[in-house]
């Protein structure tokens, strides 16, 4: 009895099913793609499309700040000749000689040029700006904060430090700054990041605390790990999606931060230098009431710039979490 079933099911097998044999190279075929991070973020990335409207929007004014004077030619203050420039008369409105109008009254130096130069060129040293401090403010904000949150020896220092900051009013300290200080495009950038890394660095930190005592950093430790591994190869990568959000959001904050020394007369020299700040202040300053493209000209770029960059940044959180891929 025993013969008949091994007899029917070896026929069944050669029936239903052909052998085909074996193959080691075949076994260790992936039916999927591996999985790639930084592949995975940018797919997760490109599938918004409010996401690509903002990046081609921030592009397109990076173009422009370049592009935009060459459209119109008119000379201003700070473009390398002091005492040659384009006048025009004040108050005009926009036309196809000045897409943005001209310059008022009380816009001085300026008064009387062409708004649009004056917006681009402005954006030029602003976006500069912007992106120098951004980046040393990331890059001081991200070694301090994970030291200070890593070595707890540190957390009396830089708590104390970061208490005496937060007491004294921003503003105040860069008059003070600048009471010492020729303004120059490294003076600015030298006050504005003289303590802009603290918000970072103190966020970091705050993470850093809540993970660093996990089981696998423990593991890690008891291993032998040093400090530097424990800190680059553990902690911090935990934290990519808020460094990369941070650095997308410190640009427009640091292109405002500007625009709040130019209103108290602390940013560049208006006759050597143009900003956004400078523009959109004296702008401010004057009757834009009455004629209302004033103010107008310079928030056409500096609204859209920052807030691109603040979705950008959210959706760069969003991109970056690992929890969101496959």
């Excluded at 904060?145 to 104390?160: A, T, V």
């Excluded at 006050?191 to 890690?220: D, P």
């Excluded at 702008?283 to 603040?310: E, G, Q, R, S």
Aim: proline letters at 4%.
């Amino acid at each position: 009895m025993a013969k008949n079933i091994d007899e029917v099911v070896e026929f069944n097998t050669k029936d239903l099913f052909t052998v085909v044999g074996n193959s080691d190279d075949e076994a260790e075929k992936l039916e999927s793609t591996p999985y790639s991070y930084w592949g995975e973020t940018f797919k997760q990335l490109w599938k918004n499309p409010l996401t690509i409207i903002c990046i081609a929007i921030i592009i397109l004014i990076v173009i422009m700040a370049f592009v935009g004077p060459l459209i119109k030619q008119y000379k201003i203050i700070g473009a390398g000749n002091k005492t040659t420039f384009d006048t025009f008369e004040n108050y005009l409105p926009p036309s196809a000689d000045h897409f943005f109008g001209t310059a008022g009254a009380e816009m001085k130096p300026y008064d009387g040029q062409d708004l649009w130069t004056l917006v681009w060129k402005g954006t030029q040293l602003s976006l500069l700006l912007g992106t120098v401090v951004a980046l040393i403010d990331t890059f001081f904000g991200i070694i301090i904060g994970s030291m200070w949150g890593y070595f707890k020896w540190l957390d009396p220092i830089l708590i104390e430090l970061r208490n005496f900051i937060n007491t004294i009013p921003s503003i105040l300290l860069y008059i003070l700054l600048m009471q010492f200080l020729e303004p120059s495009f490294w003076t600015i950038v030298l006050v504005l990041c003289m303590f802009g890394w603290m918000g970072l660095a103190g966020f970091i930190r705050n993470q850093i605390i809540i993970i660093r005592n996990r089981e696998y950093n423990i593991a890690s430790q008891t291993l032998g790990s040093s400090s530097k591994a424990m800190i680059t190869h553990n902690l911090l990568p935990y934290l990519i999606s808020v460094i990369v959000t941070v650095i997308s959001t410190a640009i427009p904050g640091a292109i405002s931060s500007e625009v709040g020394l130019a209103y108290f007369n602390l940013s560049f020299k208006a006759d050597d230098q143009v900003t956004l700040g400078q523009v959109l202040t004296l702008a401010a300053k004057d009757n834009w009431i009455d004629h209302i493209y004033l103010l107008l000209a310079p928030m056409v770029v500096m609204a859209p710039l920052t807030i691109c960059f603040f979705y950008l940044g959210l959706a760069l959180a969003d991109a970056t979490d690992p929890k969101n891929h496959r």
